[in-house]
């Protein structure tokens, strides 16, 4: 199988005029057309729309530090790499987005941790 994380990527890092001619030949070759959104969707049964609207990018929201706060702003720190100060702020304000744009696995993880430490967390 090949190296899924490469062509990844190699994709984000096509320029546009390299992304058109990759669009020209999925087209042209494999009768794979771009969707309305933009994603790449392949031709196929009309049930396999489905699970192409499947959520793939979580964002992890902290709604409340609970009673350990302190346990909370270290979990944050390790979570988001931020500074003593962000994290605390990030903290205190409450209903702020921990991480954005992560797997589903990787947002349950955090969620756990977070939870571990006594805070009340929302994946969306």
């Known amino acids: 199988m090949a190296d899924l994380k490469k062509l990844a990527e190699e994709i984000v890092g096509l320029t546009l005029l390299e992304a058109q001619e990759l669009k020209t030949i999925l ?9 309305a959104g933009g994603a790449v969707m392949m031709a196929g049964p009309a049930d396999a729309g489905a699970d192409a609207e499947e959520q793939t990018e979580f964002t992890v929201i902290l709604k409340s530090a609970g ?3 302190i346990g909370v702003i270290k979990e944050v720190r390790g979570i988001t790499g931020l500074g003593l100060k ?9 209903g702020k ?17 977070l939870e571990a430490a006594g805070a009340e967390v929302e994946v969306k």
């Not at 962000?86 to 409450?94: C, I, Q, S």
């Open 67 to 69: 009673a350990s706060k």
């Open 27 to 35: 087209k042209d070759e494999y009768g794979i057309e771009p969707a």
């Open 97 to 113: 987005a921990v991480k954005e744009g992560v797997s589903k696995e990787e947002a349950e993880a955090i969620k756990a941790k």
């Open 86 to 94: 962000e994290a605390k702020d990030l903290v205190d304000a409450g």
